[in-house]
């Protein structure tokens, strides 16, 4: 031990499998539990009025008696250069890039203007309990920079690349293939694997990429390994309808990437709507994972997404908010519109299958599992507190729940930012 | 004057027609606009420079200079007996109604309980903005009761009614066609008119009425003029599919109510989805109205309503939250999922006409325009004070907002209970 120990008291929650597979036995619950951290990591967890008697008597506690600790969520797509473009109005995806989104990244070129939005969006995620994400920066290097620098002040688990863009955009977000291939190379050298920070080759999409450069993407991603790569697949209907034109020679959307040698295990793909079960097959295959983004697919009219297709087929899912095309930095928010999504599928997301989604699940579609997303020994001590009585709503449902997953139903549909009580990174309160 | 003015300052915004029709002249915006109050009811709305001169020296002012005032939401559609199992998992409609909502309703038989509900139910509505609501409660007359007297204590202008139900439920909750029809007479007489109390009967909707019962719920409707009638109408394919079998003689659902005399001005059916042209155009020329319940559409996976098709025919049309089968209290969050069902549907609701639909539009749905819906002189006044500085994210993205529609658009995607700043209802702050 290097420090004395920390252990934290509450009603523990946590994922050992898909509750869509095992069932009840997916869960971890100790009403009255005790997580015991060392040096950031987690030792044990048991019942507290086990473990209390057996610590060191110079153990630190932290008593969060009344309130649920889960593991830090996980969100599996967001763009940090989006955040002030949140909640901007009347388009679907295509236009919506060009009218907002380039514009709004445009000034990423200012590494002033970067730094300070990198700085927002970290303690955004964090203020919404999310400790781990998985993001897009900007065409522009210092943007990574930017947003690795502001993670690592805090000490976060994060995942974020340059976008490679060199067609079908503004010039000034344009990069050219041996320009992103060499910037993005440097990048994955001074970012990947420092601290807890790792790098994602990030082609923003088929579209806005010459065949040049993705296939130097695709090999960015194999001459580096244990490096991710994120993109976008099948969100919207015109927008797979554009691929088919520019890439005729394929299959389907998802068979460009493929033909790229852009899947692969920690190959992340958002939205993933408009695809057949081949495109599903070969994400199994490949050890691909996809990023269901609720919140964006409803506020872009983009569509629905099929988890349960996914499931079945055995394809990683983790969940994103895709802001800013998505409206809410706050996975529970999140998690209520997945729930209404499937609905509209005839499909069914339960409470706990929907939080082991946005935590242990997010972490299996990033392959960081054997790092994060529960609290088995080993694993880093990255989570949230939850306070079942945020509001005057949520306090007198909560009252009126009688079972566990009543209550993580009625936080994921109820609740917002306000029900963080506090979210702690490496075993610290942020 | 009865007694001194009460001037309010602020930010005024309240709209004057259908945006959807009139364009920016529907819009009366004041940046630092004074609302003149003398009674319960507004004198006058102007500049604050040329105002502020010419009031009475004893005149109350109330500041609230950097918020937005609007007129008070309306909320078309909501179940009070409901309020404690909003959130509830898993169900479409009719299973829905089984499993929570009968159980949920047999507890009003005791008028403890119904009152202590109300009493929260009419906190919560002002704690979200809404001075008015078309609200459903039980079968028992109790129920009415104590739903106005919540309302009444609070000086809401609230419309109410009890449920009609002899089949297809639980005997607990049946009443019968007869003792349905004497209990909402003695309830017109003793609420309708009462205050600012209006009665609506409320047969639950054509499934639950014996062909008797819902005679008898058009003769009520026709024997006291001015009373509303409120329903539901094709929320659920299930439901209409079960409606076409137990009224094989009707053209369609809506059909049903038009032959037992249930169409017509102040009535009002919730969700309206599975309708023809037919039936939207019987409602234009009976004037009955429609009441959009996003959240809910959502959440029980019902399906998407056609806004523009309803504007086209000319349609009377006002928001509902549908708490419980809806999710939130909040107009605002009910906004931000109109706007969603919308764009699955391709089809855009501005910002301006979604605050029309929750204040004015609501009013006018309601026939209630003579007295509320906007800041016209001789109107009560009931109006929200809207903080553009709820939360880090709302306040980082209001700082960015360039125009009026873009502000109130950030208030409607990001907003919730907390941007509530202080509800007033005839003037007071409550």
Redesign the interface.
């Known amino acids: 031990m290097t420090t004395p120990l920390h252990a934290v008291r509450g009603e523990l929650l946590h994922f050992t499998a898909d509750p869509a597979d095992a069932g009840a036995a997916a869960l971890a619950h100790l009403p009255d539990g005790l997580l015991v951290i060392d040096d950031g990591h987690i030792v044990e967890t048991g019942p507290a009025d086990t473990l209390l008697g057996k610590l060191p008597s110079d153990t630190r506690i932290t008593d969060y008696r009344g309130k649920l600790v889960l593991p830090g969520f996980v969100d599996t797509h967001i763009h940090y250069a989006q955040?002030?473009i949140?909640?901007?109005?009347?388009e679907?995806l295509l236009a919506w890039l060009e009218k907002y989104t380039f514009p709004a990244e445009r000034r990423f070129a200012d590494p002033a203007h970067a730094a300070e939005v990198a700085s927002?969006f970290c303690?955004?995620l964090l203020?919404n309990g999310t400790t781990t994400a998985l993001a897009f920066a900007t065409v522009h290097p210092a943007s990574v920079d930017a947003l690795f620098e502001a993670a690592q002040q805090r000490r976060m688990r994060l995942i974020a690349g340059k976008v490679l863009m060199d067609r079908n955009c503004p010039d000034f977000l344009a990069d050219t293939a041996q320009t992103g291939y060499a910037e993005s190379k440097a990048l994955i050298e001074r970012w990947h694997g420092r601290d807890r920070l790792l790098y994602a080759v990030t082609p923003r999409f088929a579209p806005t990429s010459t065949n040049e450069q993705m296939t130097l993407a695709g090999r960015l991603y194999a001459e580096h390994p244990g490096v991710y790569l994120q993109s976008h697949v099948a969100e919207n209907r015109a927008e797979v309808a554009w691929v088919a034109e520019l890439y005729p020679e394929a299959r389907s959307y998802l068979d460009v990437y493929e033909r790229y040698g852009q899947l692969g295990p920690r190959s992340v793909y958002a939205h993933c709507i408009w695809l057949d079960d081949t495109d599903r097959q070969r994400m199994v295959s490949s050890g691909a994972a996809m990023s269901f983004c609720p919140t964006s697919n409803?506020?872009?009219?983009s569509?629905l997404f099929d988890l349960d297709r996914a499931h079945e087929l055995g394809v990683r899912v983790g969940i994103g908010t895709d802001v800013g095309g998505g409206?809410?930095?706050s996975m529970l928010q999140t998690l209520?519109?997945a729930?209404?999504?499937l609905?509209?599928?005839?499909q069914?997301l339960?409470?706990e299958r929907a939080f082991y989604l946005a935590t242990l699940g997010g972490a299996r579609s990033l392959y960081l599992d054997d790092r994060i997303g529960n609290f088995e020994p080993g694993k880093e001590a990255d989570f949230v507190v939850l306070d079942p009585q945020a509001?005057?709503?949520i306090t007198?449902?909560m009252a009126?729940a009688d079972t566990l997953?009543?209550r993580l139903?009625?936080l994921m549909?109820?609740g917002?930012?306000?029900c963080v009580a506090r979210t702690h990174v490496l075993g610290e309160a942020v």
Chains 1, 2 share one sequence.
């Open positions: 955040t002030d949140i909640a901007s109005y009347g679907q927002f303690d955004e203020r409803l506020f872009l009219g569509g409206t809410s930095f209520n519109e729930y209404k999504v609905q509209l599928k005839g069914h339960s409470a509001t005057p709503l007198r449902r009126r997953s009543e139903f009625v549909m109820l917002d930012d306000r």
